[in-house]
């Protein structure tokens, strides 16, 4: 069963850098494409970052594009998104999701697996 656990959510200032992690486990991810999601209430969950964990390629939203990193690290099977210059509209719910690679990697919901969620605040 694959379980999928953010960390790193919080509080912080526009301006400031946050890094979130997503610890993967239950099987091998090398076919499959790991992303981060994130939602305000009332809103549709909207896509921010992907990775494909055998080949590494990623992509982003343009709203994040140049400030978010996503990356993996194979030996403790996670995947972190460090998130730089934040704003208030970044202020979200952060997911972390995965899905069979030949996903279409912006689409919510053609993941297979969600974490809890992680919140991250940014005031201005």
């Known amino acids: 069963q694959v379980q999928l656990e953010e960390s790193g959510g919080g509080s912080v200032q526009a301006g400031d850098s946050l890094s979130l992690s997503c610890a993967a486990s239950g099987r091998t991810f090398n076919a499959y494409i790991l992303a981060w999601f994130r939602q305000v209430p009332g809103k549709d969950r909207e896509f921010v970052a992907a990775?494909?964990?055998?080949?590494?390629?990623?992509d982003y939203a343009d709203s994040v594009k140049d400030r978010f990193t996503i990356s993996k690290d194979d030996t403790k099977s996670t995947v972190h998104l460090q998130m730089n210059d934040l704003n208030p509209d970044d202020t979200a719910v952060y997911y972390c999701a995965a899905a069979p690679y030949g996903t279409r990697w912006g689409v919510d919901r053609e993941y297979d697996y969600w974490g809890q969620g992680t919140q991250v605040t940014v005031s201005s």
């Open positions: 990775l494909w964990w055998g080949a590494g390629d990623t």
